[in-house]
């Protein structure tokens, strides 16, 4: 890792020269369309640090970043979901945003019933989300996640976004990845879907462990570089980091890595965090 | 994780083309005028120019790597082909087979990870060599438990058998195109060599769409073979 300056992203790995040209102005802008987002908050279980970034790709060429993330509380549980439109259709920055959302929304209202199953309000996200994306033309990947307040998780994904535990510094996959020998798939399930090809996954979070839910754009690189990337992050989100901390972290250069960017990390707070 | 290397994703293209006598004149000088233009094309689009690599090899009665699997921006001069001899479809599917191979080993070896390799074989003629001998050939090269089979797409004119050209790409749809009945390769093979540079910007940019996926080209001229459906 190459120590960064003040607040400037740092390089990791082997550096972009695409990562350093400066992003086309887009045609039009808003703040619910920015190329840099981010937010932070807590509560008595739960610190949560989201950041997107538009991939270099997407700043280059003048065009919008196609990640959304969303989260609900639900008593004291709560809901996180991460979308990535799927770029070769039209619509599909749309359909990320509507797909975590109807997620969200979706998992929250079964979550707070009197006997929730976390796995059951997952399946139901996904397919809450699936018939809302259905009303746009475009695609997108999606992983929902409902975290109890005893750190019991439970996540469902379409798609090769993904969720990771960050313990002790070390990154632990709650997804399978591709095989380490084979050449990559070019081939990503997405919503809309008849049968949604649906991935369960559980995993229960000690105090101070983060449960840290991704696009491919952070993915992907973070698996291809457990030397540079993987201890760079964990690093700097051993504990919550400032929001704009992370969304400078997250902005890292690395030859080849131009997707879109996008995280949201929930770290279970320990009692000394006050 | 268990993974300790880095790694640096890369989408190999190969471009296996015809050198027979036949490509002789306007169909080669085309080539060799527009084949350069690919690096410019890529150097449009920094993003998608890091993780390109671009590779020639030609056939006629023998195959040649013309240019090996490159990064385009470290390229200088892309050499000039020239057309001599028959159609050896089988020394081309065995070349690539053997150059593919090679080439992901060597490149893993450096650090990379490849999507699916595409190859793009354009010929001008039918194949000189038997039938059962290319056909096999193809087999391996195609061969799904060779983990790094190729996805093709093929591009006929002049003499080139659309059947031909389907079994090439696997008798898949939107993977096999002929120009059409009576087209001068003066004028196809401009428009075909354009449309593969914009096919091969298209498919290294849709890795940062998150689906990476290879796009076929727009060629005015050519138009897709149809794959028959199975019962």
Known sequence: ?274 | MVNAEERYAVFPFYLCLDASASMAGTPMESVNRQLPLLRAAVGEDPAVAEVIRFGVVTFNDVAHTTLPLSDLSLVEAVPTVVAAGRTSYAAAFDHLRQTIEDDYHASRGKGDRWYRPAVIFVSDGRPTDDPERWQSAHSRLTDTGWKRHPNILSFGFGDADPAVLAHVSERKPHRAFIAAEGAEPATVVPELLAGLIQSIVSSSASVYSGEAQLVPPEVPSMTPIPVDELD
Do not use: K
């Not at chain 1, 797909?99 to 019933?113: I, N, P, T």
């Not at chain 1, 380490?180 to 101070?208: H, K, M, Q, W, Y």
């Not at chain 1, 890292?252 to 707070?269: E, K, N, P, Y």
């Open chain 1, 1 to 274: 890792m190459t120590a960064p300056g003040a607040g400037l992203p740092p390089v990791l790995g082997r550096p972009s020269a695409a990562a350093g040209q400066p992003a086309a102005l887009r045609p039009e802008g808003s703040a619910g369309r920015a190329a840099y987002r981010a937010d932070e908050g807590q509560d008595e279980h739960w610190s949560l640090r989201a950041a997107s970034v538009a991939g270099v790709h997407h700043r280059l060429a003048g065009a919008d970043a196609e990640d959304a993330y969303a989260w609900r509380r639900a008593g004291e549980s709560i809901v996180v979901a991460v979308g990535d439109g799927v770029g070769s259709r039209s619509g599909s920055a749309a359909a990320a945003l509507v797909a975590v959302h109807a997620g969200c929304e979706a998992a929250s209202a079964l979550v707070g019933q009197d006997a929730p199953d976390p796995r059951v309000a997952c399946e139901e996200a996904v397919g809450a989300a699936n018939r809302a994306v259905r009303a746009g033309t475009g695609a997108t990947t999606l992983v929902v996640a409902v975290a109890g307040p005893e750190g019991h998780c439970s996540l469902a994904r379409v798609g090769d976004s993904t969720a990771m535990v960050l313990a002790a510094g070390e990154w632990r996959a709650l997804f399978p990845s591709r095989a380490a020998d084979s050449v990559s798939s070019n081939a990503t399930a997405a919503l809309p879907a008849d049968a949604p090809s649906i991935e369960a996954a559980e995993c229960i979070l000690r105090p101070g462990e983060a449960l840290v839910v991704m696009t491919d754009g952070i993915a992907d690189p973070l698996r291809d570089g457990p030397t540079t990337v993987a201890p760079a992050l964990a690093a700097g989100m051993v504990t919550p980091p400032a929001a704009v901390e992370l969304l400078t972290l997250l902005d890292f250069s690395r030859h080849g890595c131009h997707d879109d960017r996008t995280i949201v990390g929930l770290w279970r707070r320990r009692p000394e965090d006050g």
